[in-house]
Structures are given as structure tokens and as C-alpha cells.
């Protein structure tokens, strides 16, 4: 999996201070997208173990906590994120006991395959749908038009 950018604190992707990290690879190219540059796999910068366990690190710190960490894009579910994708939450989950999960996908909840709904068993917030240029709504929060839904899981 590549990455385009990860912020160690970020209070504008999900609620509170967060984690943010944007991965590479998107196959809905949405009209638009505010983050094109993400669409293409071999774009960004391989996510590497370092990366993975500065992530767990950050969510672990006490002088800044968080609360949790959200996952964009680019799309976490694309089929070639799912190992590193399903990895990094499995991570949170037994490293960092309360914290939250939400991921942002252009899939639909109802379309998810099975492995795509392994990296869902693992989150409390799903924000799903594609982005739709005509629906765009600025006074949504947490999602760019309204056709996407916020799913909370857990």
C-alpha cells in the first residue's frame, strides 16, 4: 500500500484529535474530488513498518492524546490496501483500547466484499457513498454531498 500524507494531529477528519492518514488508490474518481492526486496505487509513498508503528505510537501518547484515527484517501478499501489496511486497525484495536476508527470510502456499505467487510468489523465509524459533485453540500458534516452516509457501527 502507498500513502499520500499522514498528520499526527489533525482536528478537521473526524471528531476530536485524531490521526489522519491517506492512502493511495482509488477506483471512483470522483468529479470532483478534492483529493485527485490519490487515485492512482504507485502514487504517494510506500506505508512502511515505521509508519505503521509511529501511527500506534501517536495514538499511544499521553502528552497529546487522541482520539482515535481516521482513514481517507485515495480509498482505504480499494482491494490492494485491504492487507495493510485490515493490519493497521487490527493494530489500534488490540494496542490502543479506546480509541476510534472511522474510514472514509467510496463504496457503498451494502456493496462491501468479504474482505472489505473484515476492515469494517474493525471500525466504529463507516462514511460511505461516492462523492457527487451535484449533491455537494458544504453544511454536511463529515461528508462532502448527500448521498453519503455516516454509519456508525460500534
Known amino acids: 500500500m ?8 489533525d482536528v478537521v477528519n473526524g471528531p476530536g484529535t485524531r490521526c489522519t492518514l491517506f492512502v493511495s488508490g482509488c477506483v471512483h474518481q470522483c468529479r470532483g474530488c478534492y483529493n485527485q492526486s490519490t487515485w492512482r496505487l504507485d502514487s504517494g509513498q510506500p506505508f512502511t513498518q515505521a509508519l505503521e508503528d509511529r501511527i500506534i505510537r501517536d495514538l499511544q501518547d499521553i ?3 487522541r482520539q482515535g484515527l481516521s482513514l481517507s484517501g485515495g480509498d482505504p478499501l480499494h482491494p490492494q ?7 493497521l486497525l487490527q493494530r489500534v484495536r488490540d ?3 479506546g ?4 474510514l472514509w470510502s467510496g463504496y457503498r456499505f451494502e456493496e462491501l466484499s468479504a474482505d472489505q467487510q473484515q476492515a469494517i468489523a474493525l471500525i466504529n465509524v463507516l462514511v460511505d457513498g461516492k462523492f457527487v459533485q451535484e449533491l455537494h453540500d458544504p453544511s454536511l458534516i463529515w461528508r462532502g454531498s448527500s448521498n453519503q ?3 456508525r457501527l460500534r
Open 149 to 151: 452516509v455516516v454509519h
Open 2 to 9: 502507498n500513502y499520500h500524507q499522514y498528520y499526527p494531529i
Open 95 to 97: 494496542e490502543c483500547p
Open 99 to 102: 480509541k476510534d476508527v472511522w
Open 63 to 65: 502528552l497529546i492524546p
Open 81 to 87: 490496501n485491504l492487507v495493510a489496511i485490515v493490519q
